[in-house]
């Protein structure tokens, strides 16, 4: 499947890209933006909102998941790694083997990690445990947790991905996954397979699936609150990963990011921002 890819550029009242209105050069500064699906409107949103401020600069923002953003930053390819977990071992590896250092990470937001069960499921809560045990189908069915007597359908993301690769660690303490679960390549594909089957159990984001049930781990719901102050079980940070120390424009936008102004956009967006900020009052 073809990794989504979303191309933003701002214009003013020009209709060629890199003219002016008097067919002029225009010095335009293009920043490239790769990986995390999870992070994806976030961080198309934040593009968006910085190129409004910055008219010298377009942003391209592409999806297809953590790994595939760090094999882009490792083959020079992208400015910016979108991540959803940190580097690997071996990832780190290749990055100082190739840039004498193992790159920069910044922390720019907060992600509540999401269980999803279908509407008509009576079964809304689960422990650490009953979690590990369902994705590894040690629990099978439904009616050992309280439900009905029905075959659990486990669905995940694929090895690509970081949430994968954080559930697995967090959840599954680094065991496999089971053998006959549905891989979906999005949190929105895991979201519509647990629509149509009222028998399955997915994971993603907490900003997607309004029309999901979000169940509560441990008896905790999974809120921006309780991600921001730990107390929900699977949070996690959100990272931009740079080969070197960040310069010119890309640098002017993680810096950007780090402001009040910043993370009241991550806030607005539906993403965990670093610190609670107010909601802005413009119109």
């Known amino acids: 499947m073809k990794s989504k890819i979303v191309l933003i550029i701002l214009m003013a009242t020009c209709p060629i890209v890199f003219q002016s209105c008097f067919y002029q050069t225009v010095q335009t500064e293009i920043i490239k933006i790769k990986g ?13 909102e910085f190129m409004r401020m910055n008219k010298g600069v377009s942003i391209y923002v592409e999806g297809g998941g953590t790994e595939r953003g760090i094999e882009a930053l490792l083959d020079g390819q ?5 991540a959803s977990r940190l580097l690997k071992p071996d990832e780190a590896k290749k990055l100082a083997d ?5 790159g920069l990470f910044f922390l720019i937001a ?19 445990e009953e979690l590990r045990k369902i994705f590894l189908c040690e629990i099978t069915n439904w009616k050992d947790l309280g439900g009905i007597d029905e075959p659990i359908r486990v669905v995940t993301r694929p090895p690509n991905s970081g949430t994968y690769s954080y559930f697995k660690e967090h959840i599954l303490q680094n065991s496999d996954y089971c053998s006959n679960s549905i891989v979906r390549s999005t949190n929105q594909a895991v979201i519509n397979e647990v629509l149509q089957n009222p028998y399955s159990i997915g ?3 907490l900003i997607y699936g309004n029309e999901v049930i979000h169940a ?24 931009f990963f740079t080969t070197r120390s960040p310069s010119g424009k890309v640098k002017e936008f993680i810096d950007w990011i ?20 107010e909601e802005s009052t413009a119109n």
Request: net charge negative; aromatic share 10%; glycine share 6%.
């Open 36 to 48: 995390s699906d999870t992070m994806l409107p976030l961080t198309t949103k934040l593009a968006e």
């Open 78 to 82: 992208t400015d910016i790694c979108t």
């Open 98 to 102: 190739y840039y004498q250092s193992v």
């Open 110 to 128: 907060k992600d509540a990690l999401s269980v999803f069960v279908n509407p008509q499921n009576q079964v809304r809560n689960f422990t650490v």
């Open 203 to 205: 994971y993603g984001g």
């Open 216 to 239: 509560e781990i441990n008896g905790v719901t999974p809120s921006k609150q309780n991600a921001r102050n730990d107390t929900y079980p699977i949070t996690r940070y959100l990272h």
């Open 258 to 277: 780090l402001t009040t102004e910043g993370q009241r956009i991550i806030q607005e967006t539906g993403y965990v921002s670093l610190w609670e900020v």
